[in-house]
């Protein structure tokens, strides 16, 4: 399984969430946020986490 996760990686929230998929051996992709360039508060992550909070994973869905 791969999940995708959303997430400023200096942050401590971040840094369990990589720390927690590393130690299961989850694959996964990090798409990097950076709340000093706004990224919590643009329409497209806004359309994937509406809470505009991280860390968010998502799972790939099945086709
Ligand atoms: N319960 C929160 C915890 C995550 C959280 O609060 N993350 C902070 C950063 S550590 C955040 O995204 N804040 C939004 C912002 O700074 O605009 C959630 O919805 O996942």
Do not use: C, W
């Not at 000093?36 to 799972?59: C, S, V, W």
């Amino acid at each position: 399984m791969t999940i995708e996760i959303f997430a400023f990686p200096p942050s401590a929230r971040a840094f369990k969430a990589l720390v927690v998929a590393n130690y299961l051996a989850i694959d996964y992709t990090l798409h990097v946020l950076d709340p000093r360039e706004g990224d919590f508060q643009k329409p497209e992550y806004a359309a994937i986490n509406p809470n505009r909070h991280m860390p968010k994973t998502l799972a790939q869905q099945k086709a």
